[in-house]
């Protein structure tokens, strides 16, 4: 028996580079040896984006095309969105029973965002339960593991718990999960910052070779290498943290460290070797995409399908809790 793998994302639209290396190439990977859940949180979008729903569904589409792109394969794994199996809303109401105000006040992603997201109000009472939501996820397919980056890893400790207490209180019911924490190289955006769509900076799955081109021809290098006949320091450049990450040649790497140290290469010249191996990765992935893209009814069968496997699972599950909180006749 295979251990269960599960994860989910927000849908937040097109997925980008840092997406891709940080995480889906890994949850890729998982489905050789892991039974893999991979859920589109829809109703955990809508507790903060609530005062608009209008991008919602174009979101999820977005999002599980370039999955699908990028290699979750349907017939390995279950892919589907969170809203389609009800048990997660209901398991979420059963888990709120025994979850403390005081561990979801104390969330430092909670604090955080309240603080820092002054342009949406988040004084609602779903946001604050955004870590019980996640937990029921986890456990509704009693996943032994969930690969996220450091920050959820305190959304995995109340998942844990979470479990606890419930098991306390009602019987073992839920293993508690492993976190997986994925190694998230870092990825720069066009403009040196993190690449994060809020930021406007992002090299997307689904961009053409052309687009690619075009923003990484723009894209800030050593703001100390006015010209050509300048030396570089690669340290200081956010080209060659990507070079880092998308360039596997390491005798590639370091000529194109050298060269810039010495003046040998110009920065176009770097960036084109960089432009070539984005392509080489995402060429095929493009032709997966293109293929979804036209085919709109085998993406709704995959839909349909993945939630039927989940809701199989998750009620069984939800009869169990059930059971032990004494609601079945
Ligand atoms: N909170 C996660 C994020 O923002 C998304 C998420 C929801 C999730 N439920 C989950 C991740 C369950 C892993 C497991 O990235």
């Given at each position: 028996m295979k251990e269960r793998v599960f994860s989910g994302m927000r849908p937040t639209g097109k997925l980008h580079l840092g997406h891709l290396a940080g995480a889906l190439t890994n949850w890729v990977r998982m489905q050789d040896d892991y039974e893999c859940f991979y859920c589109i949180v829809d109703w955990h979008a809508l507790m903060s984006d609530y005062a608009d729903v209008s991008r919602v569904r174009s979101n999820c589409r977005e999002v599980l095309l370039d999955w699908l792109a990028s290699g979750l394969d349907p017939e390995r794994s279950t892919i589907f969105i969170q809203s389609h199996v009800p048990e997660h809303a209901e398991l979420h109401l059963a888990l709120s029973m025994i979850t403390p105000l005081g561990w979801l006040e104390r969330c430092p992603t909670y604090k955080d965002q309240i603080l820092n997201?002054?342009?949406?109000?988040?004084?609602?009472?779903a946001f604050l339960g955004y870590p019980v939501l996640m937990a029921g996820d986890i456990v509704l397919y009693k996943a032994h593991k969930v690969p996220v980056g450091e920050d959820q890893s305190a959304h995995l400790e109340i998942t844990r718990e979470i479990v606890r207490r419930f098991n306390n209180f009602f019987g073992e019911v839920f293993p508690e999960p492993d976190i997986l924490l994925t190694p998230f190289p870092k990825v720069p955006g066009t403009d040196g910052r993190k690449m994060s769509k809020s930021y406007d900076n992002s090299l997307n799955i689904s961009d053409t070779t052309e687009v690619i081109w075009e923003k990484l021809r723009t894209m800030m290098t050593d703001?100390?290498?006015?010209?050509?006949s300048d030396p570089g320091d690669p340290e200081k450049c956010p080209v060659w943290d990507l070079h880092k990450v998308f360039t596997s040649d390491a005798v590639c790497r370091e000529e194109l460290a050298q060269g810039c140290r010495t003046a040998g290469i110009g920065c176009i010249d770097c960036k084109k070797v960089l432009r070539d191996n984005v392509n080489t990765l995402l060429d095929p992935i493009r032709e997966r995409r293109h293929h979804y893209e036209n085919h709109g009814d085998e993406v709704m069968d995959i839909l349909a399908e993945g939630a039927k496997k989940a809701r199989l699972v998750a009620a069984a599950t939800m009869n169990e809790v059930k059971q032990a909180m004494g609601l079945v006749l």
């Open positions: 997201l002054k342009n949406k109000d988040l004084g609602n009472y703001p100390a290498r006015e010209r050509r």
